[in-house]
């Protein structure tokens, strides 16, 4: 059985108005899934509504086989995770605090946190590296450092999909590699099922196994990067020339570049 699964799915932020519309996806244990496109293509929008955030105007979604619209929202949050893009809390928290709430979907009403949730938090920390953090405030860390705390977070809730919009937006370069070799190793070791929109398509073809390539509002493309990463294609979704390098290594083309060899 697939974990997520969406047949003809529209949603929009404003009634009537569809951001995204004719969605067909399937996620199953073990998948990584790179969503990418230009601004405003949708992948932010498709992220929010598989986590129930975006209103579904038509279509269907199920998580584990039951319907979207019919579960709870804490049993959602039991099952997927997500990771926004890159912010510092309104509350400067403290790091074990901060992903502490990750545990509360599983927690009952006024019940505080148990040995397991305890437990599961410092799994948490230490899989992401994010142990030495403890007894700082998130607004203290660099951001790549906040990624690992916000990543330990949802990864303490226990889910089995982790949803993950922009996690390198306005990261250095070694930040980048070290949140997509994090993901790599979630997904790899433990089978973490991961939908994550990236603007970097080098970075998809490297460490997703399949990339869905969305174009206003629809996905005009899915598949494995070497199959989807066509340059003529990607040079209409993003309106600049492409060359596409070993079946999946993407070079844009500068247009003063292009005016010059005219």
């Known amino acids: 059985m697939n974990l997520v699964n969406l047949a003809e799915v529209a949603a929009g932020y404003r009634k009537g108005e569809a951001a995204i519309e004719g969605i067909d996806l399937a996620l199953a244990k073990g998948d990584f899934l790179g969503l990418i496109g230009p601004n405003g293509c949708g992948k932010s929008t498709l992220i929010r509504t598989i986590a129930g955030v975006v209103p579904q105007y038509s279509g269907e979604i199920r998580i584990g086989g039951e319907n979207l619209s019919r579960m709870k929202r804490r049993d959602l949050a039991r099952y997927i995770a997500v990771v926004p893009q890159e912010t510092i809390p309104s509350i400067a928290f403290e790091v074990r605090q901060l992903v502490m709430m990750g545990r509360y979907p599983h927690l009952g009403r006024m019940k505080a946190p148990g040995i397991e949730d305890q437990r599961l938090v410092d799994v948490a920390l230490e899989q992401t590296a994010a142990t030495q953090f403890i007894g700082r405030r998130i607004d203290e860390l660099s951001g790549g450092e906040r ?27 070694n930040y980048q590699v070290e949140v997509f070799d994090l993901l790599y190793k979630l997904n790899h070791d433990r089978g973490l099922a991961i939908i994550c929109a990236t603007h970097d398509l080098n970075y998809a073809a490297e460490y997703c196994k399949r990339v869905a390539l969305m174009d206003k509002g629809r996905i005009r493309a899915l598949g494995p990067a070497s199959e989807v990463y066509n340059a003529e294609v990607l040079a209409e979704v993003y309106g600049v020339g492409i060359r596409v390098e070993a079946g999946q290594r993407v070079i844009p083309l500068s247009r003063r570049m292009e005016g010059e060899r005219l």
């Open 147 to 173: 990624q690992r705390v916000f990543i330990a977070r949802a990864l303490a809730q226990n889910p089995q999909v982790l949803l993950l919009d922009e996690p390198t937006n306005h990261l250095d370069i």
